[in-house]
Nanobody, 123 residues
Framework: QVQLVESGGGLVQAGGSLRLSCAAS????????MGWFRQAPGKEREFVAG????????YYADSVKGRFTISRDNAKITVYLQMNSLKPEDTAVYYC????????????????WGQGTQVTVSS
């Protein structure tokens, strides 16, 4: 069982940046595809970004492409989400998740979830 703990959320003005981190509990982390999702009030949880186990392949939702960057450090068993040019519509609880699949977009593709971290972008 992989445990995931997110950190780095907070309040930021529009146009600002935040870096989210997600620390895993065990070394088998390096064998998992990792993803970031978000859920705004009254909305369904949605995919934001994913990264392969090696870090060589990344993919993004159209809404964040060019602004967000996902990365991972397997030695530190941590995955990151660098968020730049933030917009009020990016306000949500952000979750990291781990998948045993090579490529994973949907919620059902992920086996393990963190508890989430709140990101609030003011206009």
């Amino acid at each position: 069982q992989v445990q995931l703990v997110e950190s780095g959320g907070g309040l930021v003005q529009a146009g600002g940046s935040l870096r989210l981190s997600c620390a895993a509990s065990e070394r088998t982390f390096s064998s998992y595809t990792m993803g970031w999702f978000r859920q705004a009030p009254g909305k369904e949880r949605e995919f934001v970004a994913g990264i392969s186990w090696s870090g060589h392949r990344t993919y993004y939702a159209d809404s964040v492409k060019g602004r967000f960057t996902i990365s991972r450090d397997n030695a530190k068993i941590t995955v990151y989400l660098q968020m730049n040019s933030l917009k009020p519509e990016d306000t949500a609880v952000y979750y990291c998740a781990a998948s045993s699949l090579l490529t994973a977009y949907g919620l059902g593709s992920y086996n393990y979830w963190g508890q989430g971290t709140q990101v609030t972008v003011s206009s």
